[in-house]
């Protein structure tokens, strides 16, 4: 029996989770990475090491793939309809994924479909940034550039037309977007197969910290019933409109007048969906190899009443194996999940994930292993 071989683009640590999701299936990953220390390259047997930019490498990479996926959303598009050209599938496509990889584009099809979002605008200069501030509520405005950003990178709320310069040094189209008086942020995680198949995930609360993820609750805590059933048909809707095949999160804003409006859309697994590792039937990496093989999606449904993820992110203590024996003592139920990266001050190394029924004890089960982890909890 002859078992598909997944290419994956990207060596970070989503791609590190894809794998080990393939491995029960029998599933081959080729890997192509920036670096033999990636994430992903430290655990996938067959890794070509090169530049993701370059047509030749992909091309080359690609030999030998039955489909070709990412862990991020910066190949340049013209090389994945290169790569489409010469009868490699591409999962998601490149005319789906533009709609990850420029925030404009993004804008202009959700407004083209009629899913709600913020106010917002290309901007040409800090002058036209005032402009779009004064047709609105005014200042302050977030300013984005629309290609390159993530983790609050690429990112900028400003208060006034002399603080609206930095955006433009990059040399990329700037997006203005209103400043949003949201009552907290949402996920909705859908993923979604060649032929049509898709599930959704419960609607999680994602709890950000200086621009990063810091904690995602499953489901979402005191969600009106129609508000999560209107989120998750909004990412469904919007998977099937766009031709998404894969994981799809879109991010949200619940507002305090009861919207919701879509913030940013990943095609690919993402932070907001770790959770499903431990605390789903089918976890988001599991149904992302499925969905890019088209095979039949598993059950997206929570195992238990909650689940929280927290993520780990590099302090002043590198050593972080040493806690394991405090962490792993104090609750036998954590599950940790490392990356294998170097730890360095707020970067994400690792995620934990707690389950169970009272929600108040899943949440300070899970802080206190990330803090413990991170040793900025000691005891």
């Known amino acids: 029996m002859t ?31 920036d670096t033999p220390q990636d994430s992903a390259a430290q655990v996938v047997s067959d890794v070509v090491i090169g530049d993701y930019r370059d047509l030749d490498t992909l091309r080359e990479f690609a030999r030998g793939c039955d489909v070709i996926t990412f862990d991020h959303e910066h190949v340049p598009t013209e090389h994945l309809r290169a790569l489409e050209a010469d009868g490699i599938p591409v999962r998601p496509g490149p005319d789906a994924l533009v709609h990850a990889q420029d925030k404009g584009v993004m804008r202009a099809r959700l407004d083209a479909i009629g899913v709600p979002c913020p106010r917002h605008r290309i901007v040409s200069d800090p ?73 959704a995930y419960p609607v999680v609360e994602s709890r950000q910290v200086g621009g990063v993820c810091d904690t995602v609750i499953a489901p979402a805590p005191d969600l009106d019933e129609d508000l999560a059933v209107r989120a998750s048909e909004m990412a469904l809707n919007i998977a099937k409109e766009l031709g998404v095949v894969g994981h799809l999160a879109v991010e949200l804003f619940q507002t305090r007048d009861g919207r919701i409006l879509v913030n940013e859309l990943a095609m690919r697994p993402h932070n907001s969906g770790h959770w499903s590792m431990d605390g789903a039937v089918t976890s988001q990496f599991a149904n992302h190899v499925r969905a890019v093989l088209d095979l039949p999606l598993g059950d997206p449904r929570p195992r238990a009443g909650w689940t929280v993820m927290v993520n780990v992110l590099g302090g002043d203590f590198p050593d972080m194996y040493s806690a394991y024996l405090h962490c792993m003592a104090r609750d036998p139920q954590l599950k940790i999940h490392m990356y294998g990266k170097d730890v360095k001050p707020g970067r994400k190394v690792g995620h934990v994930n707690t389950y169970g029924d009272d929600l108040d004890d899943v949440l300070e089960r899970a802080r206190h292993a990330a803090g413990y982890l991170r040793g900025t909890i000691t005891e």
């Open 127 to 199: 002058q036209d940034v005032a402009a779009f501030a004064a047709e609105g509520d005014g200042f302050p405005v977030v300013l984005k550039t629309v290609r390159g950003g993530y983790d609050g990178k690429g990112v900028w709320v400003v208060d006034s037309e002399e603080e609206a310069a930095d955006p433009f040094k990059a040399g990329v189209p700037v997006l203005a977007e209103e400043k949003v008086d949201f009552l907290r942020e949402l996920a909705a995680n859908v993923v979604r197969s060649p032929h049509g198949q898709a599930v």
């Open 3 to 33: 078992f598909p071989v997944v290419g994956m683009v990207g060596g970070g640590q989503l791609a590190r989770m894809t794998h080990e999701a393939g491995i029960p299936l029998g599933i081959r990953f080729k890997l192509l990475s």
